[in-house]
């Protein structure tokens, strides 16, 4: 941390947004915690298991669009209060009043999804208080917050096992709270908002076909990463007979490393070029996820291919967000709400699918073996792309960056 950085925006902000962004990770995702101890109590199958770990992810990837409305017309501070009150209100009700069936979890999910569209207000509240040159530090730092998905996996099964599932929501309000306090109270709207966006422009970029590729390449990268980090509390209990709270602590190794290394995949991108990079990244996670998919006789290996996995996706995320301001410095609000919307319904198909998977065949594999496929293609498409891109947007008499 250069002495002009902290000199350059608002740290006070940046530190709020980075509260925000983290603690909203960890309630958006969890269900997936929880899930073995919900399960057991409410009598789900492995279908509805899935599908109750997905539900959250899907709602907070429609919902991130409508966030990014919501952050141009009222500008980010107020778009996130309004965000917290609607979280912490669905957890006390949540809290008091219990979740007695399949459906009220689904229910819960779609309200948990305003958690993670906070993606959508904690990345400009932070950003437009930063110039160009320390963008990538600036949200490196309030994008750190994916950390919370670790936490989540950490913290929440242990608390389950000792208190109830229930009492769980209860608890996740007291931080919860803390922080929108602390938010009210220090974070501050950047001087210079750009004006609000019509929707007809987010209609408007999707016409161009490149809009429809970052999509699809995020879908796979982040997709990855939310969907496993819902479902392996689950599998590991499933598959492997773990307790929750054990199956807990491999889950929070993989997303662990799954989000720290999402900032250096954006470094490693900036220095070889986001395309390279971000080839490997899909050719190895192709790969980690056709290893596991055979069932491996112990959950250690599993654990060591997981997070494999996940260091592979976490640093394909990075790469992708390396390109997208490049291709796209003007709409860059719009896309990400459209590219970080894409990596929502990517990580609901691999929740969901995963669960149906197992119902359908007694065994996770064809759900991740389907998802590798959908990493190759990724590759297929970036390999298709490439050629166009570094002698169109990303030739080196058009930008500095390495493409």
Not at 43 to 61: E, R, T, Y
Request: hydrophobic share 55%; proline share 4%; charged share 10%.
């Amino acid at each position: 941390m250069n002495k002009d950085f902290l000199k350059a925006g608002h740290p006070p902000t940046l530190l709020a947004a980075f509260l925000y962004f983290d603690l909203a990770f960890m309630v958006w995702v969890i269900l997936g915690p929880l899930g073995v101890q919900i399960a057991a109590d409410l009598g789900l199958d492995h279908a509805q298991k899935g599908l109750m770990v997905a539900i959250p992810v899907l709602a907070g990837a429609i919902l991130r669009i409508f966030m990014g409305v919501l952050v141009d017309h009222l500008k980010p501070k107020m778009a996130g209060a309004i965000g917290q009150v609607i979280v912490i209100a669905a957890l006390a009700f949540a809290w008091q009043f219990g979740i007695h069936s399949f459906e009220q979890t689904l229910v819960l999910g779609v309200f948990l999804g305003v958690a993670g569209a906070s993606f959508a207000v904690a990345l400009p509240l932070a950003s437009r208080w930063y110039p160009p040159q320390h963008q990538g530090t600036a949200l490196g730092i309030a994008g750190a917050g994916n950390s919370g998905t670790a936490l989540a996996a950490l913290i929440a099964p242990g608390l389950a096992a000792a208190y109830g599932w229930t009492n769980v929501f209860g608890l996740a309000l007291i931080p919860l709270v803390l922080v929108f306090v602390f938010y009210l109270v220090v974070a501050k709207d950047a001087p210079e908002c750009p004006p609000a966006k019509p929707l007809a422009e987010y209609f408007k970029v999707l016409k161009d076909k490149d809009a429809w590729w970052f999509m699809f390449f995020y879908a796979v990268t982040f997709g990855g990463f939310v969907g496993l980090a819902s479902s392996l509390t689950i599998y590991f209990n499933t598959q492997y007979g773990l307790d929750a709270k054990m199956a807990g602590y491999f889950t929070a190794a993989c997303v662990f490393a799954g989000s720290m290394v999402r900032p250096i995949g954006g470094a490693v991108a900036d220095r070889i070029g986001g395309i390279k990079s971000l080839s490997v990244m899909y050719v190895l996670a192709a790969l980690f996820l056709g290893i596991v998919s055979v069932g491996l006789p112990a959950a250690w290996m599993a654990l060591m291919v997981f997070v494999a996995a996940m260091l592979a996706l976490g640093m394909g995320n990075g790469a992708v967000f390396q390109l997208v301001p490049q291709r796209f410095r003007k709409e860059i609000g719009v896309m990400t709400g459209l590219v970080g919307m894409a990596g929502g319904v990517g990580g609901f198909y691999l929740a969901s699918s995963l669960g149906y998977a197992k119902q359908a065949t007694g065994s996770y594999q064809s759900g991740f073996l389907i998802f590798a496929a959908l990493a190759l293609a990724a590759l297929v498409g970036l390999t298709a792309v490439k050629t166009r891109w570094r002698t169109t947007w990303g030739a080196a008499h058009l930008t500095s960056a390495k493409i």
